[in-house]
């Protein structure tokens, strides 16, 4: 199914990309970041007009993050990863809303869930988190069950100037 | 915004006598919920208000607004962002207001309990008065807790919301540790690139890096 | 005991009685409602215990436009049902139609000030859309009465009601059959039950005027709507169905009105704002029309 | 009584004009009071003294008599009385109004313009009608243009319509002294009322000559199009003076003139369509359609001055629809509306001027909320929307009370049910006009906002009694219609100082008034019982859970003001609501080309200016030659 576009892939992008076929119907293209645009471009032209999501994940171990931008072409029924990686201790990335305009939320919920930053995106601000202070959520290093025991659990909030029965009602319902 | 509804006047202790006794059983007879559909919980409302259970035999139904209802309704989880709307929303709510957390959620966090954008007990938050265990409760208990609610309020138990008049600073100390704290729980987190760069300026400052 | 404070102590035991009456029906439909939809639903005096909750509670209120505002609806409504015949008796004498219609409107027009004082854009999008309907079911409203008006040449409620009190053959509903029509649809509106419920929409706009009513407010804004029930039914009771000799029949007559109302809201979902007045333009309208037109020529 | 004091009504307001153009603006304004308070005087002196004639005959180009006759008559007495009480209240306000920085040089033509409105109320003689009519038309059209280029456009628009009516009035006025050698409008009503069974097609001719005038000048269909242009540029405090009095001149006229020529013409001469003459049939639907016009043009204006100034072309709509049933009820009615329009609708556009004066608004959708800070303001503007609303208890119901049983006397049930629909519709339009300006949020830049000065409080506040009195009295001013109605050979209407007696109801004002008190009361007995309430911030609202301020949503984003009917515009897109206007466009445009043909043919203006003169002189010189 996707021989067509893989084949073109390679006669055109060979020497930047490394191609594997990993599903009928599903292809993966893994490039450097910043081949990713003129990837993604080129794609949109090939009838690839649907980018359903950019994903993101966190290689701890190899210090780098890793984009996944998900295209579709309705013609050829392929569904395309192309993935990218980057330095987890700079994690920067070309915006792409020039290519997707609806890329720009895509991109702020990474920003704010992973920290990578996207210049060009021209909103970055929150979308989710609520006047988080913290390492961004979905950081593998960040321990969210050290986050909920400190902030969530009844002994973090002091019982001073409170009548008796009311903390008495109060820590009841501690739950250790 | 400053919340003029909640007046933070000398609680009396009212004894139950004759009027606050009938003007109790008005009140149980007749509760107006708002249910906030926080979470997984507001499916089991649907069969516990239509005909299968029909939730309007006890005069309940619900309302529209939180100026209108008596009855707020912690359907489920509850994360930080909704629950900055549901105090707005409770605290928009006249007295005598009642509060009911649905499952497990609202007591203790539930199968959420290690979640960091869900909060684990709402009693901390705004006085609750009657919560419901399970994942999700069935109608069935539904039905049973707002029977044992119009008990409690007939026998002048259901008091949270003066409660929260009471220790209004307490409750708002919680919340403004959770909605408004100002530094970070775990670790802070320094944003490297807060002077937002163009993409030529973090290339050009990359090329120098791998140069040196 | 002078005459005048005789006359006030009876018109205030009708107040009280209108507002029971209301209170009563709007029990009884949610009950009819609850069997169409398979539930056993409230108990009949649920609303009574609805609006006394209400008054028990502490209320919120934005400036004085809103208390003054929620006072003069009610007040309105009040004074118009005075006008309103009940069994055959009026305690002023004279109740003319146009004086209801008109008398009613400063309810309205008390209820649109009060929640739009409140400053919440709901409550005035739905005072709009009731002001809208208006202009849908008065029309056609207005040309069946002028019907009336034609053959009997009197404006007087209590008149139509007299002229049918010789038995059932005697009823306007067969004298102006077309004209029952036209106001049985102009009615649904009236009241404000679906298809024409365009200014409570709970989903769409919060219950429209009623959003930042709380205590003791929505408890007037409750009876307000007995009051109007009280006041419409009233009307076509003794427009149509033959006015009434006794209290009970009277209140029986009443209740079948709003019966037939309770029946076709349970089964019909709403109609977009401007479909809606045109619907009531074109039918009732014609309808209505029609009636005025008949009986100009050969009534 | 001296005869003198008639003269004086028409000359002392003219003199003090003409002597305050030389004085500074605020003398100016100080002295059109003084002015006011003088002519309410000898208006009130003059109130027994029915009958009271001044005549002046002279010769001029040997065309026969010419007569200036002023009288008090019934009729203008009335108009007389209701126009100087309503002008001294608004000039009053005006006093206020015109302070240093609003001050408008207005006074000396608006003083002017007082003689001229005295000297239509007191004619009896066509010559001088016509005379103080020419007056009051210039010098409206110099008070409307007031120095602005909008303005000036709007005063050129109105005195278009108003000249061409002028010319219709004055080819009557010579068909009629041509025909009945007399200039005296009693004796010339007489003569062209019984002209009908002689010379039908003649009398028709003049009578609608008049009709046009008159209808041009209240702004009756087709000629409808003005008051939105010249109300809504006119000086805010004068647009009062506009909508109350000037637009019932031509009322005044069809009451003076057109309906006691039908009224006196004997029957069986016409044919009788719903039980009046046809004429009158068709101005029932003119007035009926003028009023829809006026009612649904007022529903989708966002301009509040231009919306109240619709609302005055429907209810003279409503007016010409009384005045058609030819009845006695009908003409009292006409009478009574008027009088009650005048009073309300001043205090609306009193009210206007005043959130004008403070805000310098006029786009309703950027103001609101006034309420709070204005409550004076605010009271007068809702008691006026309720009377002109026509809900009891104020003086409109029982105006509109009466029309109605004047349409079902006639049985002119169809005519009936246009004027309920814009009836109706006064109110979609009305509270409108109260929510966007008046409730909802109150702007921040407006939270310093006073309330209006003291002479205008104080005069809004008489005008809020004068919308009452009448509501609750109604014998207060129909006691006044028995006698003007007698003048004009129409049977006497019933009324009792709290009742009045129509077609096929009686009403008692005082028992609606009272009943609606105990009703209120008994609410506010409820209101007291109930739990106690306390005061939010108005923003303080449901938002489904959002602080408004989180989507950076101010009061002003939260008022909703803007295109408020929206939703039902759809409904009248069929309406060809335009045509009108267009057609006045297309006439514009030719008669722009024929001036420029005109100017074609002199090279250059100052030729033109010569060409003109030489004109007139050639057709003097042929006329005295004659």
């Given at each position: 199914m996707y021989d067509h576009i893989f084949k073109r892939a390679q006669s055109l992008h060979g020497d930047k990309i490394t191609c594997e076929k990993k599903h009928p119907q599903q292809l993966e293209i893994k490039t450097d970041r910043h081949y990713v645009m003129n990837l993604l471009s080129w794609l949109k032209t090939e009838s690839y007009v649907h980018l359903a999501f950019i994903s993101c994940i966190d290689w701890i171990e190899e210090n780098q993050f890793e984009l996944v931008y998900h295209v579709y072409s309705y013609e050829e029924k392929n569904h395309i990863l192309v993935k990218t990686r980057l330095d987890r201790d700079r994690p920067w990335m070309h915006s792409i809303i020039d290519v997707w305009g609806h890329a720009q939320p895509y991109e702020q919920e990474i920003h704010e869930m992973f920290g990578v930053y996207f210049p060009g995106n021209p909103d970055l601000s929150g979308l989710f988190l609520h006047n988080w202070k913290d390492l961004p959520p979905m950081r593998k290093d960040f321990n969210p069950k050290d986050y909920s025991l400190a902030l969530y659990s009844l002994k973090g909030m002091g019982h001073e100037a409170l009548d008796m029965d009311f903390i008495q009602e109060i820590t009841e319902l501690e739950v250790e | 915004m400053e919340h003029d509804n909640i007046y933070l006047t000398n609680l009396r202790d009212e004894k139950q006598n004759m009027w606050t006794g009938l003007a109790n059983y008005f009140r149980k007879r007749s509760m107006w919920m708002?249910?906030?559909?926080?979470?997984?919980?507001?499916?089991?409302l649907p069969p516990t208000m239509t005909s299968r259970y029909d939730m309007e035999r006890l005069g309940m139904g619900p309302m529209a607004t939180p100026r209108q209802a008596d009855l707020l309704l912690i359907t489920g989880y509850l994360s930080v962002k909704t629950l900055k709307r549901v105090i707005w929303s409770y605290e928009q709510m006249q007295e005598p207001k009642y509060v009911v957390g649905f499952g497990s959620c609202p007591i203790n966090g539930g199968i959420y309990w290690d979640a960091y954008p869900v909060i684990n007990h709402l009693e901390a938050f705004m006085p609750v008065d009657m919560s419901i265990a399970g994942c999700m409760p069935r109608p069935q208990a539904i039905i049973d807790a707002f029977e044992k609610l119009m008990d409690e309020i007939q026998q002048g138990k259901a008091v949270g919301y003066k409660r929260y008049r009471k220790h209004y600073d307490w409750y708002k100390r919680n919340q403004d540790l959770v909605l408004n704290r100002q530094s970070a729980v775990l670790t802070p987190y320094v944003d490297p690139f807060a002077s937002m760069p163009t993409a030529a300026e973090l290339m050009a400052q990359e090329s120098e890096d791998s140069h040196v | 005991m002078n005459a005048h404070a005789l006359t006030a102590l009876k018109l205030t035991g009708i107040a009280f009685g209108a507002m029971s009456l209301g209170l009563l029906f709007m029990g009884l439909g949610r009950i009819v409602s609850a069997r169409i939809q398979r539930r056993i639903g409230p108990p009949f005096y649920q609303s009574f215990i609805d609006v006394i909750k209400c008054f028990t509670k502490t209320s919120i209120t934005h400036n004085f436009v809103m208390d003054l505002g929620i006072i003069m609806a009610l007040g309105g409504l009040i004074a118009t049902a005075f006008f309103v015949p009940f069994a055959n008796f009026s305690v002023l004498g004279s109740s003319s139609v146009v004086i209801v219609l008109y008398l009613m409107s400063i309810g309205y027009l008390g209820m649109a000030m009060g929640v739009s004082a409140s400053g919440n854009p709901n409550a005035t999008i739905g005072i709009s859309r009731a002001l809208a309907l208006m202009l849908g079911y008065k029309i056609p409203f207005v040309m069946v009465i002028m019907a009336m008006i034609l053959t009997y040449n009197s404006s007087d409620l209590l008149t139509y009601a007299l002229a049918q009190n010789h038995g059932f053959g005697s009823w306007h509903i067969f004298k102006y059959p077309l004209g029952f029509i036209a106001v049985e649809i102009a009615f649904q509106a009236m009241v404000g039950e679906k298809p024409y419920d365009h200014m409570i929409a709970p989903a769409e706009i919060a219950s429209g005027p009623m959003v930042e009513l709380s205590g003791k407010y929505l408890g007037i804004g409750f009876l307000l709507h007995a009051v109007q029930l009280y006041v419409e039914t009233g009307l076509i009771v003794n427009l149509f169905l033959g006015g009434a000799q006794t209290w009970y029949i009277m209140m029986v007559k009443m209740f079948a009105v709003y019966f037939t109302t309770m029946c076709i809201n349970a089964v019909m979902a709403r109609y977009r704002i401007e479909q809606g007045i045109r619907h009531l333009w074109i039918w009732a309208g014609s309808f209505a029309l029609l009636q005025l037109v008949y009986t100009r020529i050969w009534g | 009584m001296s005869p003198l004091f008639l003269l004086l009504l028409v000359v002392m307001p003219v003199g003090f004009g003409l002597v305050s153009l030389a004085l500074p603006k605020r003398l100016s304004w100080f002295l059109f009071f003084f002015v006011n308070i003088l002519v309410l005087g000898v208006v009130f002196k003059l109130k027994s003294s029915t009958g009271l004639t001044w005549d002046l005959k002279f010769n001029l180009f040997s065309t026969g008599a010419v007569s200036l006759k002023l009288a008090v008559t019934h009729l203008g007495w009335f108009f007389l009385a209701i126009s100087s009480v309503a002008t001294i209240l608004f000039s009053m306000f005006s006093l206020d109004f015109n302070d240093r920085k609003h001050a408008t040089f207005a006074a000396p033509f608006w003083m002017i313009l007082i003689g001229a409105t005295n000297g239509i109320f007191l004619s009896q003689s066509w010559i001088a009608f016509f005379f103080a009519w020419e007056l009051m038309s210039w010098t409206s059209l110099l008070i409307i243009g007031h120095g602005k280029t909008p303005s000036f456009k709007a005063g050129i628009y109105y005195y278009a319509l108003s000249f061409f009516g002028t010319m219709a009035m004055m080819a009557g006025i010579w068909l009629l002294y041509h025909r009945t050698g007399s200039w005296d409008i009693a004796t010339t009503t007489l003569r062209i009322a019984a002209d009908f069974t002689t010379h039908r097609s003649f009398a028709m001719t003049v009578t609608a000559l008049f009709a046009v005038g008159f209808l041009a000048k209240s702004a009756?269909?087709?000629?409808?199009?003005w008051p939105q242009m010249a109300h809504a540029e006119a000086p805010d405090d004068f647009s009062a003076y506009l909508s109350g009095i000037m637009i019932k001149y031509g009322i005044y006229g069809l009451a003076l003139f057109v309906i006691p020529v039908f009224a006196m013409t004997p029957k069986g001469t016409m044919k009788i369509i719903s039980g009046v003459p046809w004429p009158m049939y068709a101005l029932a639907w003119i007035s009926a359609i003028t009023s829809v016009i006026g009612t649904v043009m007022a529903i989708f204006t966002n301009d509040m001055k231009r919306l109240m100034a619709w609302s005055t072309v429907a209810n003279v709509g409503y007016i010409g629809v009384a005045l058609s049933t030819n009845s006695s009820l009908g003409y009292a009615a006409a009478l009574f509306h008027t009088a009650n329009h005048m009073i309300f609708k001043g205090s609306i556009f009193a009210a206007l001027a005043a959130v004008k004066f403070r805000t310098g608004e006029r786009e309703m959708h950027k103001l609101g909320g006034l309420a709070y800070v204005m409550p004076i303001t605010f009271m007068t503007f809702l008691l006026g929307i309720i009377a002109a609303a026509g809900i009891?208890?104020?003086s409109g119901f029982n105006s509109k009370w009466m029309i109605f049983q004047a349409l079902f006397e006639k049985k002119m049930v169809f005519v009936a049910t246009v004027i309920f629909f814009s009836s109706t519709g006064a109110f979609l339009y009305l509270f409108r006009a109260l929510h966007t300006v008046f409730l909802g949020q109150l702007s921040p830049r407006f939270r310093h906002v006073k309330e209006a000065p003291m002479l205008m409080s104080f005069s809004m506040i008489i005008l809020m009694i004068l919308m009452l009195i009448p509501g609750i009295f109604p014998g207060t001013v129909t006691g006044f219609f028995n006698n003007i109605l007698a003048s004009f050979g129409f049977a006497p209407i019933k009324t009792t100082l709290n009742s009045m007696t129509g077609s096929t109801a009686s009403i008692n004002g005082t028992v609606i008034a009272a009943v609606f008190g105990l009703a209120v009361l008994i609410v506010f007995i409820m209101f007291l019982l109930g739990a106690r309430q306390h005061k939010v911030a108005m923003m303080d609202n449901y938002t489904c859970g959002e602080d408004p301020e989180d989507w950076k949503v101010g009061p002003e984003r939260y008022h909703?003001?803007?295109?408020?009917y929206q939703p039902i515009k759809p409904l009248f897109a069929w309406m060809p609501l335009g045509a009108v206007e267009k057609l006045y466009e297309t006439l514009r445009r030719s008669i722009e080309r024929f001036g420029n043909l005109v100017s074609s043919i002199s090279a250059d203006g100052s030729r033109l200016g010569w060409t003109f003169v030489i004109g007139i002189l050639i057709i003097i010189v042929t006329g005295v030659m004659k």
């Open positions: - | 708002l249910y906030y559909c926080t979470g997984c919980g507001a499916i089991e | - | 009756l269909f087709p000629f409808h199009m009891p208890p104020l909703y003001g803007y295109d408020f």
